[in-house]
């Protein structure tokens, strides 16, 4: 299948149609549109609660009727078009995503409020979401209902982009079907929420994550459940959430979890079934703290943006046994490689992408090295893929080091992580600076950064400052040693407080 945007932006689906029909054949695919199968879910219970967040609370009749009218506002626009979404997080973003597919389009949220761009310079979108307040005002009104027809969209073709966070010099953008996001990643959710009938879902991470992208695609239009969303993440307001509208099942990176789980013994948290991790490495502290505080369940997902899954309630074990009906795992030559029901359709205006990680047949190259035990369990051993993981929001060292490369006092540059109790990893910038020239401040260094564009996210949160760099036998710089260095320079999760952005 090849899908062309108003835009120029073509998609392939690099997946063989054979397969994919086979996956339909199998009921791990509905074969149905996302926003059919909400109007099912708003038929079946229109009076039960769709979407909690810091406005309150609506049923499904009230969130259709604001979808309805933003599909409204969006005429002229349809299965041909790119949509970006940028509002808050919350029920404007819920809305807005569904009236996209209501009109047929492909939605894809702005992180940071940044539209991507495709490979010739020019903007995917054809128009970007910006306010849906007129959508909300009609949502009390049932007299401003809006007729709407429905438009036929092949459950085969774009739905959704998701933007990872960035291992690449530049985010990657990862066009997904309607029936990989309504079939192989709802699947995976559905396996989370267990015995579970009517979940109801605490999403502690954005509704324009990766992680966070099932919560109207799946929690809503899929299983009929109830998001609860948060514009902002704080502990402790989680905890309140948890404790007044009893969520079944809450969704973080082990950062928020254990920062939940410090707080835990204030609040009831009675009504989880189980808390959910991904996003990030859940380290055995964490597991042990999350488990302890939340005495349920914790289940921890090995996944990311380019479709891949795999998940476990025991990850001291691994990271779980793959699900065919959510993806087929198999390990080439030491790296994770994965294919199943939930793969995406390639990577959008990006050839050298697919041809970089994917494989003939539409195998999706994770950049993990791993291995089966013997009972079938997959185990990750280490990612193949320099990176920083800070509380879940990944890092490309190498995008730094290139944009600090043109300061005037830095002669030499290596970013690194350095452990941190609380999120992880924190960034380090390890610095030679010029003959001559005053050593910059970690400060002068973000400031630079920001310049450049850098989002807040990835400025360096440490600085180290050499002599010159360490090199290893080959000439290159040792990583390892300046690794090494910067974890001793900034010990027990000391950092110098400029840069960064919250968890």
């Not at 509905?30 to 810091?54: C, K, M, N, Q």
């Not at 404790?243 to 609040?267: C, D, K, N, Q, Y």
């Not at 730094?400 to 452990?419: I, K």
């Amino acid at each position: 299948m090849t899908w062309t945007s108003s835009t120029g932006v073509v998609v392939r689906d690099l997946v063989p149609a054979a397969l994919r029909r086979s996956w339909v054949s199998a009921g791990h695919c509905p074969d149905r549109d996302l926003y059919s199968l909400f109007r099912e879910r708003v038929a079946a219970h229109p009076g039960r609660t769709a979407v909690i967040d810091s406005a309150g609370s609506w049923d499904y009749a009230s969130l259709d009727r604001a979808v309805r009218w933003q599909a409204r506002l969006l005429r002229g626009y349809g299965p041909s078009d790119i949509i970006g979404v940028d509002v808050p997080n919350g029920r404007e973003g819920v809305v807005a995503e569904l009236a996209v597919a209501a009109v047929g389009g492909v939605a894809v949220h702005l992180p940071d409020g940044v539209s991507p761009v495709a490979g010739t310079g020019s903007p995917v979108a054809s128009t970007v979401i910006t306010d849906v307040s007129e959508a909300v005002a009609a949502a009390s009104d049932p007299a401003r209902e809006a007729p709407w027809s429905p438009v036929a969209v092949d459950p085969e073709a774009p739905a959704r982009i998701l933007v990872s966070s960035g291992s690449e010099s530049t985010p990657k953008l990862v066009a997904y079907s309607h029936n990989a996001f309504a079939g192989g990643r709802a699947n995976y959710v559905r396996a989370v929420h267990g015995a579970t009938a009517v979940p109801r879902d605490l999403v502690l991470v954005p509704l324009a994550s990766a992680f966070g992208s099932f919560g109207a695609a799946i929690t809503l239009c899929r299983w009929g459940g109830t998001v609860l969303l948060m514009r902002r993440f704080d502990a402790a307001a989680a905890l309140r959430v948890v404790a007044e509208h009893r969520p079944t099942h809450v969704f973080g990176v082990p950062t928020m979890l254990r920062r939940m789980a410090a707080l835990a013994s204030t609040v009831d948290t009675s009504s989880l079934r189980a808390v959910v991790s991904s996003g990030d490495v859940l380290t055995p502290e964490a597991l042990a703290e999350a488990r302890a505080a939340f005495g349920c369940p914790v289940i921890n997902v090995y996944g990311s943006s380019d479709g891949v899954n795999c998940h476990t309630a025991t990850p001291e074990h691994g990271v779980g046994r793959p699900d065919p009906a959510v993806t087929d795992i198999r390990v080439v030559d030491g790296e994770i490689c994965a294919r199943g029901p939930m793969t995406p359709l390639c990577y959008v205006d990006a050839p050298e992408l697919d041809r970089r990680h994917r494989l003939p047949g539409g195998w999706v190259r994770t950049g993990d090295e791993g291995f089966f035990a013997a009972d079938g369990t997959l185990h990750v051993v280490r990612r193949l893929k320099r990176v920083v993981i800070r509380g879940g929001y990944t890092i490309s060292p190498a995008e730094v080091e290139r944009a600090l490369d043109g300061h005037p006092e830095v002669a030499e540059v290596a970013c690194v992580p350095v452990p941190d109790p609380d999120l992880g990893e924190r960034l380090c910038a390890c610095v030679a600076v010029r003959p001559g020239r005053p050593a910059p401040s970690l400060g002068q260094l973000t400031a630079f950064l920001r310049d450049r564009g850098l989002s807040r996210r990835k400025l360096p949160e440490h600085l180290v400052v050499l002599p010159e760099l360490p090199l290893g036998r080959t000439g290159k710089v040792c990583l390892p040693t300046v690794t090494r260095l910067a974890a001793e320079r900034h010990a027990g999760g000391r950092r110098d407080v400029v840069g960064g952005g919250e968890a």
